[in-house]
């Protein structure tokens, strides 16, 4: 459903972290968010069924949902991070929050006198990730109620900081220094928190902890950003093909000698030097799944 749907779609043109620079291939924020959701599937089943084997006690439907449905919200949470971004992502965000915030005169008496300060403060420090909970909650036009009708748990995956914009911004903590939600969809968070039990930690301006499974979707964002950025600056010839390897390698630097070796002669006899990059990208992935899940 969220693949198929428009605005998924639209990150086609969104870039990630370099300008689409025409021939040559690099991630937009497309193709970003699909590899986001094949890590985060991975750490979703591989933890999952770590948590359903510690806990044999819990019941069936416990077992088969962390087995078998754990790496499949974790993955559409992933799928859905980024579709609320405008373009040029954080510089559009900026725009859009200076836009209202320069205004003077008439409209802006007009906007002020009919929202409430919260409604402004949305409007003035514009956030993609409560824009995206509203694109996938919110009944737009012609569409049916519910939005894209994604489970609770799927929707309390994708927001990394739980509180709206009045309590938001605050950088001396992670899950503080944004907002998920804007005032419009105050109401429909926290019907997601009450039937989830998400603990409110305020009351006025709302805010609440974290769900466990945001850990993972930002796991999974994280370990694409420290990996794939190295590739495409390579294919861009940013950086060297030399200074390429000898970053990527640094991920095994604390492994077992032989290991270390292994990966390194598999990488020499490998000729061209992006699908060198490729390889070196691919079992540092899967490095990091394996490290990330055991912590």
């Not at 620079?21 to 699909?34: D, E």
């Not at 804007?182 to 301006?205: G, M, V, Y």
Request: net charge negative.
């Amino acid at each position: 459903r969220l693949i198929f749907s428009s605005p998924f779609r639209r990150l086609q043109n969104k870039t990630q972290v370099f300008p689409l620079p025409g021939s040559v291939f690099v991630h937009n924020r497309l193709t970003h968010s699909l590899e986001v959701a094949c890590v985060g599937r991975s750490l979703g089943n591989i933890i999952g069924h770590r948590i359903a084997d510690e806990n044999p006690d819990e019941g069936e439907d416990f077992a088969h949902f962390y087995r078998n449905e754990m790496g499949s919200v974790i993955s559409a949470a992933c799928i859905a991070h980024d579709i609320g971004n405008p373009p040029f992502g954080h510089s559009g965000e900026k725009a859009i929050s200076t836009y209202f915030a320069d205004l003077h005169g008439p409209l802006r008496e007009k906007l002020q006198n009919e929202l409430s300060e919260s409604q402004w403060k949305d409007l003035t420090n514009f956030e993609g990730n409560a824009n995206g909970l509203r694109l996938l909650t919110h009944q737009f036009k012609e569409r049916s109620s519910g939005g894209q009708r994604l489970t609770y748990t799927t929707l309390a995956a994708m927001v990394k900081y739980p509180c709206e914009s009045s309590i938001g911004l605050d950088k001396s903590r992670k899950s503080r220094s944004k907002f998920g939600f804007f005032d419009s969809e105050k109401e429909t968070f926290q019907k997601i928190a009450s039937k989830l039990r998400l603990t409110t930690t305020s009351e006025s301006p709302l805010a609440y902890v974290r769900h466990p499974f945001v850990y993972l979707v930002e796991a999974a964002d994280d370990i694409c950003y420290q990996v794939i950025d190295w590739e495409d600056a390579h294919r861009l010839r940013i950086i060297s093909t030399e200074e390429a390897q000898e970053q990527l390698l640094q991920f095994f630097a604390d492994k077992p000698a032989d290991q270390y070796q292994r990966i390194k002669t598999n990488m020499l006899k490998i000729q061209d030097m992006n699908e060198r990059i490729g390889y070196l990208r691919a079992v540092a992935l899967n490095s990091l799944v394996d490290e990330c899940s055991d912590i």
